[in-house]
């Protein structure tokens, strides 16, 4: 399948040739010719399925440059998914003539040059935070009313991150005729008031991951019973010599924490969380992409809103509170199938958090570090499917196996099976009675 079935305009073909993008993804094949013909979508898909380009393809493909209006509104949750789109569009744009004009707007930057430009010049294309867009807008200096298309990016996290109301007020002063995409990687319950207040018959499209994720991790689990779990990820960083490595932690006290250990063992560590100021965090998000930086330490802000090439590794120092987050956070790895390590150091108080992460279809393989190596170790289920291997019997049975299995004699031995295959006998006869009285409920409840 080539992208070429989509019939671009050829400044796009141009555009994905320098992107080496030749086949479409499963978002893009199924709905580009959807958004092509102006129908409003809800796209649901996971992280990293490609869903940046699904919209603003065939967008870009119908904008009129030599209209000095503006003609799509995009919004995104956090600064850094905002810039990522505008790179994504710029990259597009670049190949346009006459010339697309792309703007980002976001906290953070300066207000009053963007004020000053919009007064003599509107862009076609407005990315940014519904903070900022919003802000804008009620400086009567961006004129939105002209828009034929709104994107909302990363929906669920927009209504996480208390943004929902802003991007309300955002969509009651576009046009009624508008084509509306909501793309989100979840579909809350409390987003529908919105979607429904907004979106009539809008094509819902779930775009389910082939695997939760990616076939080219490996994915290790590592027990902190007993140890320090900084100098771990020390060992663990410098043992497994990373190209270019992600830790993860849940609060931005735990990752100055870890910032701070290992820097002071001499590692050149960036960090990434809500309070470093905006203009630092672009600073230190441009030396990570230069690769200046080996090892980056950050709060889950990064696990959705920052898209970093090249990561080899990722360590979850704590399990997420919110295990959506950790199939993000994994995601920052093996990208477009390149092989990733994604580690997750665990104590005993996460088995449960453990096994729901393997409910979602994640497998772990156990490791730990001997000799200044990472090598295999037991699985931590080991002794639990022992036991789940044995026959369930009572106690009594227990007894007459284990006096079957001596030597005695052969009449002896029958009766004791006999006692086995009336035990398991009447314990059938049970279940059976069981299920028809449960569906005899169940039968006299629906009637009634």
């Known amino acids: 399948m080539s992208f070429k079935r989509f019939a671009f305009q050829p400044f796009i073909y141009e555009a994905l040739a320098e992107k080496n993008f030749t086949e479409p993804r499963e978002v893009q094949e199924k709905l580009i010719p959807v958004i092509k013909k102006g129908r409003s979508v809800v796209g649901q898909s996971q992280t990293g399925s490609g869903k940046t380009h699904t919209f603003l393809l065939p967008l ?3 904008i009129n440059p030599e209209k000095d209006e503006v003609q799509i509104v995009i919004t995104a ?30 906290g953070g930057t300066d207000k009053q040059r963007q004020l000053d430009r919009l007064s003599y010049q509107q862009p076609h294309i407005v990315i940014g935070t519904p903070g900022r867009i919003l802000d804008m807008m009620n400086e009567r200096a961006l004129a939105v009313h002209t828009a034929f298309a709104f994107v909302v990016d990363e929906a669920d996290m927009t209504l996480d991150m208390g943004f929902l109301a802003e991007v309300d007020q955002i969509a009651g002063r576009l046009p009624e005729k508008l084509q509306m995409l909501v793309f989100s990687a979840t579909i809350p319950e409390k987003l529908r008031p919105f979607l429904k207040k907004y979106m009539e018959n809008p094509l819902i499209e779930e775009i389910k991951a082939k695997a939760v994720i990616s076939e080219s991790i490996d994915n290790w689990l590592v027990s902190t019973k007993g140890k320090n779990t900084n100098a771990l990820i020390y060992d663990l960083l410098t043992v497994g010599h990373p190209y270019l490595a992600i830790v993860f932690a849940n609060t931005k006290t735990r990752v100055d924490e870890i910032t701070d250990y290992l820097r002071e063992q001499g590692l050149k560590v960036a960090k990434i969380h809500g309070d470093i100021q905006p203009r630092e965090r672009k600073r230190v998000m441009r030396q990570v992409q230069n690769l200046e930086y080996q090892y980056v330490v950050a709060t889950d802000l990064a696990a959705r809103g920052i898209d970093i090439e090249g990561v080899s590794h990722v360590i979850n120092a704590e399990i997420p509170e919110d295990l959506d987050f950790f199939i993000h956070r994994v995601g920052r790895t093996g990208r477009n199938q390149l092989p990733g390590t994604a580690i997750t150091l665990y104590e005993p108080s996460d088995e449960q958090a453990i096994n729901a992460i393997e409910d979602l279809g994640v497998t772990f393989k156990p490791k730990e570090i001997k000799n200044n190596e990472i090598v295999d170790t037991y699985d931590r289920n080991r002794r639990k499917k022992r036991e789940k291997s044995r026959d369930e019997l009572d106690p009594t049975m227990i007894g007459l196996v284990k006096k079957k299995k001596k030597k005695i004699k052969p009449g002896y ?17 049970i279940e059976r009675r069981q299920q028809t009285r449960t569906a005899r409920k169940h039968k006299k409840n629906s009637n009634s």
Do not use: G, H
């Open 413 to 429: 031995k029958k009766k004791i099976q006999w006692e086995i295959d009336k035990s398991n006998k009447a314990k059938r006869k």
């Open 60 to 62: 870009m493909d119908k």
């Open 77 to 106: 949750p956090s600064r850094e998914l905002a810039t990522q789109i505008y790179q994504a569009a710029k990259q597009i744009a670049q190949f346009s003539s006459p010339e697309i004009r792309v703007t980002n707007f976001v």
